[in-house]
């Protein structure tokens, strides 16, 4: 069974310190995707890639997050420097798209919590 | 500007009783997708099934199925004879589909819980 996988699966970090979160897509899928999911916030969109390339990080705080593609089996998310109100869940999801065709499949999440 | 509605949050029911999760979606395309996904307690999103706008068909799978009405912008989900391995909250989505789309809006969730 092919699946989304990320690491870590729980990290506890200091506020002010830097958080890298991997993520493998599915072998074939063209499109990788980050969502953070809060209890205020619900799920939400911060920044997408379309094979490697940036479609949208319009989601993310850009002055501490960032997200990079560096090839087609590994996308990172850096959050530096941390704080406390980006303790959340971060899925990454892969999928295959075209104008006639969409999927996604989610990876299990990051629980991220910034003392 | 897209948007997904899904007004139940919680909803409350005795095993073996059928339960429908309502989702109400606005968009100005006029090609589009919408998906549900389940997440239950151990936090992973667990696809479920997806729609795009010109299949109107309503599908069946196993005790699931789904309605979905273009003319009430509406995509419905119905669980037969619930299990209390059904609790969990679903989430309905939204997705665009031209040449940058893909990304999912989500409604809020409805949590469902099933009884003994």
């Known amino acids: 069974d092919a699946r989304v996988t990320q690491t870590p699966r729980d990290k506890v970090t200091e506020m002010g310190q830097e958080v890298t979160m991997r993520c493998q897509p599915i072998?074939?899928?063209?499109?990788v995707f980050w969502y953070r999911q809060t209890m205020m916030q619900g799920l939400e969109l911060l920044a997408y890639f379309r094979n490697r390339a940036p479609l949208d990080d319009s989601g993310m705080p850009k002055d501490r997050f960032s997200a990079e593609m560096p090839d087609a089996t590994l996308a990172t998310l850096k959050i530096q420097p941390s704080e406390p109100r980006d303790s959340a869940v971060y899925f990454c999801a892969s999928g295959l798209f075209s104008v006639t065709y969409n999927e996604q499949f989610f990876g299990p999440g990051t629980r991220l919590t910034v003392l | 500007a897209q948007k997904v509605t899904q007004a139940q949050t919680e909803i409350s029911v005795v095993e073996k009783e059928d339960v429908t999760l309502d989702c109400v979606y606005e968009?100005?395309?006029?090609?589009?997708?919408l998906f549900w996904y389940k997440q239950p307690p151990s936090g992973e999103l667990v696809f479920l099934i997806r729609r795009n706008s010109f299949d109107e068909q309503n599908e069946i799978s196993g005790r699931y199925s789904w309605n979905f009405q273009k003319s009430t912008s509406s995509f419905n989900f119905t669980i037969t004879a619930s299990q209390v391995v059904d609790s969990a909250v679903y989430f309905c989505?939204?997705?665009?589909?031209?040449?940058?789309?893909?990304?999912?809006?989500f409604g809020q969730g409805t949590e469902l819980s099933v009884k003994p």
């Open positions: 072998l074939g899928h063209n499109t």
């Open positions: 989505a939204l997705s665009d589909a031209g040449n940058q789309g893909g990304k999912l809006i």
């Open positions: 968009t100005r395309d006029t090609t589009y997708y």
